[in-house]
């Protein structure tokens, strides 16, 4: 198994890159998050890797961060979601993001991400929504906690519920009102939810 490679970018592509290592060229698919993280081509490179052996292919994938690989092997690990289509997940929302997404609920976000259909997300949704704290950075995690523990508050619910109606999505107002005092009244957690938001704009 390939723990990571390190050596020159040769190539990128929309859907993968192409590190030289002692002159043999490994071709990695990955996300767009890791893809435009990389320097450009020429520069000396570092990717932790994750190798797919199937009967009739041996696909490797790149990660720039170990959040971005455990948050792929979680997925992987769901009947029905395969490599490629965890790839396009991570493409559309970062770990972090995803994690958030998961633990709220919010299937459309998870939706957004090309070729993932309504009931694939709700799969990840319910499979994955107890676990996610563990591949999201310490701050984050934190967060995801919170958004857990919230979720039986009523003021709370109610004022991410107001938020959702303006256009935000569930991820993004469950986020932005759980960093706020649960004691709050409704009018103060949209008030102070709004601005949160906004400020992420």
Do not use: H, W
Not at 70 to 87: D, M, R, T, W
Not at 111 to 129: D, F, M
Not at 167 to 173: C, D, H, V, W
């Amino acid at each position: 198994m390939i723990y990571s490679l390190k050596g020159t970018l040769k190539y990128t592509d929309p859907t993968f890159v192409v590190v030289e290592c002692g002159g043999v060229g490994f071709k990695c698919f990955a996300s767009t998050t890791t893809i435009t993280s990389l320097t450009s081509v020429g520069s000396t490179v570092e990717l932790l890797t994750y190798m797919s052996i199937r009967e009739d292919a041996m696909d490797l994938y790149g990660f720039s961060s170990s959040n971005e690989l455990e948050a792929f092997k979680k997925l992987i690990s769901i009947s029905g979601v395969g490599p490629k289509a965890a790839i396009s997940i991570l493409s559309s929302l970062s770990p972090d993001k995803l994690a958030v997404a998961i633990s709220c609920g919010d299937t459309k976000a998870i939706q957004s991400a090309q070729g993932i259909g309504k009931k694939t997300a709700e799969r990840i949704v319910l499979e994955l929504k107890d676990k996610m704290s563990a591949v999201a950075p310490s701050e984050v995690a934190s967060t995801v906690i919170s958004v857990q523990n919230a979720s039986n508050q009523s003021n709370m619910n109610e004022a991410v519920e107001v938020l959702v109606s303006l256009g935000f999505s569930q991820s993004e107002a469950t986020l932005a009102v759980s960093k706020l005092d649960s004691s709050l009244s409704v009018d103060e957690l949209i008030r102070k939810g709004l601005k949160n938001l906004s400020s992420n704009l």
